[in-house]
């Protein structure tokens, strides 16, 4: 059974740019959901995917967007990067209740 | 929006004694989750916490929901230095769209001394 996996492991953007991050959902899981991870700080929730649809947002403007597939995997997108969204970006897959965690994406905006 | 407060914020002990932490809130939860962060990795599940009262086991680690579902505790026994790490409590608020949207507490650093 393959774990959830994220790619890439490190991004460096340039503020205004726009980058997309990818997940693997373990095998069998439905739901995925995006977390930001700030340096010294606990996760926050930004949406969660089920069965391709947008099924719950956070506190986080449009310009956060996401795309989940048939295969139950996910991109997260984020539009015109400004420097506060230089953080650990984590994507978990459940099917119901217990969330499993990727090893995360480590974004930084210069 | 819900919080959860988690205490301490960090731990210094040495090898072999035995841990507790905690997680409370003001909202009532469904499920309470118990996770471990290694620097530069993603939270790793330890243990998973369903029913109001229930206490569970993973090897040294104990965890507790509490009766008023506003509340947990994890214990770890027998420290060992790979217990070494952040641990994070994270809640399912009961209210409201509850999708499943995890809320995490702000973590407890433990530092295990040989």
């Known amino acids: 059974e393959t774990g959830v996996t994220q790619s890439p492991t490190h991004l460096i953007k340039t503020r205004g740019q726009q980058v997309t991050l990818r997940c693997s959902s373990q095998?069998?899981?439905?739901?995925v959901s995006w977390y930001q991870q700030a340096l010294g700080q606990g996760p926050q929730f930004i949406f969660q995917?089920?069965?391709?649809?947008?099924?719950g947002r956070g506190n986080f403007p449009p310009r956060f967007s996401g795309l989940q597939f048939p295969n139950y995997s996910s991109e997260l997108n984020v539009n015109a990067l400004e420097l506060d969204d230089s953080a650990l970006y984590l994507c978990?897959?459940?099917?119901?209740?217990?969330?499993?965690f990727g090893p995360g994406t480590r974004l930084t905006v210069t | 929006g819900q919080q959860l407060n988690q205490s301490p914020q960090s731990m210094f002990i040495q090898e072999g004694e035995d841990v507790s932490m905690n997680c409370t809130s003001s909202?009532?939860?469904?499920?309470w989750l118990w996770y471990k962060q290694d620097p530069g990795e993603g939270p790793v599940l330890l243990i998973a916490?369903?029913?109001?009262?229930e206490l569970t086991s993973n090897g040294r680690l104990t965890a507790q929901f509490g009766i008023t579902r506003k509340d947990s505790f994890l214990n770890i026994s027998a420290s060992i230095p790979s217990d070494v790490g952040i641990y994070f409590c994270?809640?399912?608020?009961?209210?409201?769209?509850?999708?499943?949207?995890?809320?995490f507490g702000q973590g407890t650093i433990l530092t295990v001394h040989p």
């Open positions: 916490l369903y029913k109001a009262g």
């Open positions: 909202s009532i939860f469904n499920t």
């Open positions: 995917y089920y069965r391709e649809e947008e099924n």
């Open positions: 994270a809640g399912i608020f009961a209210g409201g769209t509850s999708y499943g949207k995890l809320t």
């Open positions: 095998s069998g899981h439905n739901t």
């Open positions: 978990a897959s459940s099917l119901e209740g217990e969330q499993y």
